[in-house]
Structure formats: C-alpha cells, structure tokens
C-alpha cells in the first residue's frame, strides 16, 4: 500500500463549474449546492485507507448534514483495471455503508483534476460562497497507526464555518491510496 499526499490547493480557490451524475444517472452540477456550504470528498470502493475511516466518516457526514452542509463523494477512479470502483459497485456500498450524501461518478477525472485531487480519500470544504476554505485529512489516523478515528482536523474546519470563525490555515494534506489515472489521462500536478 503506497501512501499519496494531498495536493493542497490554494485556499480561496473557487469551486469550479462540474456536471457529474450519480451512477443512476442523475446529473448534479455545481448549482445543486447553491448558497451552501459543501464538503467534497474524493473517494472509491476499494481503498483501504477510505475503507479505515469510514464508518466515522459517514457518522461525522450524517452530523453536519444535519447542521447545514452539503456533502458530496466523487469517484474518480473509473478506470476499467479497477473493477471494484465502477459506477454499478458504488450503488452496493452507498446502499451496504449507508451513504446519506451523492456518491458521483467522475468518469473523465475532470473534477479530480480541476481540484489537484490526488488521493482517497481527499477533503474539500468550500464555504456558502463556493470559496475553498480546507482541505486535507480527516484526522492523523491511517491504517495501521493505531491512532483513533476521531475526524479532528476536519470536525475543527466544518465547525469553524458553521459558527463564522476563521478557520486556520495550517492544514495537513490527507493521505490516502492515489487516484487512479486512465492512462494519458494523468495531469501536470501529478508525479507518477
């Protein structure tokens, strides 16, 4: 298992325009999130350090959306030598894990590399304006660290913005298997 850091996109970056769909395809575009604050978070099936979080991300997901966020998994890994990743598998773990947000399909990888994406899973907050305010890790916690799953980096963002604080700059990058790049497909930000 290789670890991939973030790549930390500039904060105030704006939330590009996207057209993606749910794999029953339902088109959702950037304005389905109009006027609210959205967490995105690049995710897949198969990863073993998304497969460490989450069951606490999805509690951590449930709570916010209760308070207001919008929240949004994208797949980029739709890439045929993953098979555990397709379109028809993320309807069984939305179902199997209880996903209460859109789990996308990004099947040109676009919106992966509009956003420097580079791993799973990989966190995104932009405000109610669409201003990229955090991005990075969940917590310290990965497989294998025996740190507890607690959601601390980004319970502290997520709660920041809901009560109109500042939220600190000193971000840390997640960490997390690499997106899977079709072949040619792979961006200038990315180093094989």
Known sequence: MVMTASNMLTLGTELPDFELRDPEGKIYTTDFASGKPLLIIFMCNH???VIHVREKMVEL???YQAKGIE?????SNINPEYPEDSAEKMLEYREKYGYTFDYLVDSNQEIAKLLHAACTPDFFLFDKEHYLIYRGQMDDSRPGNDLPITGADLRKALDALLAGRAIPED??????????WCPGNEPKYFAA
């Open 61 to 63: 997901i449930k709570e």
């Open 47 to 49: 990863c073993p350090f």
């Open 71 to 75: 929240v949004i998994g994208i797949n």
């Open 171 to 180: 971000q840390k990058p997640s960490m997390g298997c690499n997106i899977k």
